[in-house]
């Protein structure tokens, strides 16, 4: 992929209800299938709402494309090149009429996001169409897979611990100590989607767990494919939840380093997936009869609590 384009002096500069209708695009595309991150941006200041609402509509691009059936993995890879491409343009000031790239150029000059870390977002989903791109089929011969958690880590890092550090940059920081929490608060809740989507995403060829995990508690990755024993990996997904607990901690820690305005957000989002941890453990980690989640009324309870910080 090209390399990321910083801001350009001069640029051109959309019209103000072009600007809001592009907003207004992104706020519908997170309203609609950011299914926890949603509620967290609710108690946000308007602009910090709106600048995550086209952070997330960017990255929801990105994954689109790298999970779009109907294309091969070099499809999948080109048409990502091409996302980013038309990103870099937009960084340098030409017009576009795309409104996520409207909207997120937008909210990267308004608080200062590196370009960097936006093109490593779309590297990071990348990643699972570069371990699929020889295959045939639509499930890997060989797949995805991770030989410790180091190298799980950098996967999280990518599309997950970056995320944590854009969400900073909005929220406003002013401590380069927030960055380290930034990055394990992201690890500790793609871990927990590792979790929760285990017999999924191994229908796709993609086996997150690492193996020397696997080979601690003596399975393999055909465990977790076809008809897996909930029982049998139980120790497994407590053990991979263990660890998430400890990422958790830095979420908490993180909360006195960011502007007050985004400190209940962040609360709503830590508490949110530590809960939807929290609700995979209570059913024994069997999270291959049905997708576990949080109901509507459980989120809003949070939210709830995030309003009344947010007034306090």
């Given at each position: 992929?090209?390399?990321?384009a ?11 209800p072009q600007?809001?209708?592009a ?12 299914k ?8 946000l ?6 600048a ?10 990105c ?22 491409d ?10 576009t ?6 909207a997120?150029?937008?909210?990267q ?5 590196p ?10 989903t ?8 020889s ?6 011969a060989?797949p995805?897979?991770?030989?410790t958690f ?7 890092y990518r599309?997950?611990?970056?995320v944590g550090l ?6 406003g ?6 960055e ?8 500790a809740?793609q871990?927990?989607n ?6 999924e ?10 193996q020397?995990d696997?080979?601690?508690f ?7 494919q ?7 990996l139980r120790?497994?997904?407590?053990f991979?939840?263990?660890r998430?607990?400890?990422?958790y901690?830095?979420g908490?820690?993180?909360?006195a ?13 830590v ?5 939807l941890?929290?609700?995979?453990g209570?059913r ?7 997708k576990?989640?949080?109901?509507t009324w459980?989120?809003?309870r949070i939210l709830?609590?995030?309003f ?5």
């Amino acid at each position: 992929m090209s390399a990321g384009a910083q801001p350009a002096a001069v640029q051109w500069s959309p019209a103000p209800p072009q600007l809001a209708m592009a907003y207004s695009v992104c706020r519908g595309i997170t309203r609609s299938t950011a299914k926890n991150f949603y509620y967290a941006f609710l108690v946000l200041p308007r602009r910090k709402r709106e600048a995550l609402c086209a952070v997330y509509a960017f990255m929801r691009r990105c994954d689109d494309i790298t999970d779009d059936p109907g294309l091969t993995p070099p499809e999948r890879r080109r048409k990502l090149e091409s996302w980013l491409d038309a990103l870099h343009r937009a960084q340098q000031g030409q017009p576009t009429d795309d409104p996520i790239l409207l909207a997120l150029t937008d909210a990267q000059r308004r608080y200062q996001i590196p370009a960097g870390l936006l093109d490593e977002l779309a590297q990071g989903t990348a990643m699972d169409v570069e371990a699929t791109e020889s295959a045939e089929g639509s499930i890997p011969a060989t797949p995805i897979q991770y030989q410790t958690f180091e190298d799980l880590r950098f996967y999280c890092y990518r599309v997950a611990s970056v995320v944590g550090l854009v969400c900073i940059h909005i929220f406003g920081y002013r401590d380069p100590a927030a960055e380290p929490l930034a990055e394990r608060c992201g690890l500790a809740f793609q871990l927990t989607n590792i979790i929760r989507d285990v017999k999924e995403d191994a229908a796709m060829g993609r086996v997150y767990l690492p193996q020397e995990d696997l080979a601690k508690f003596g399975l393999s990755t055909s465990d977790l494919q076809a008809s897996p024993d909930p029982a049998k990996l139980r120790p497994l997904l407590s053990f991979e939840a263990d660890r998430a607990r400890e990422f958790y901690r830095s979420g908490d820690e993180l909360l006195a380093y960011i502007s007050e305005d985004s400190q209940p957000a962040l609360w709503v989002l830590v508490n949110i997936y530590r809960h939807l941890l929290e609700k995979i453990g209570e059913r024994q980690f069997d999270v291959f009869s049905g997708k576990v989640s949080l109901t509507t009324w459980e989120k809003l309870r949070i939210l709830g609590k995030g309003f009344v910080q947010r007034v306090l």
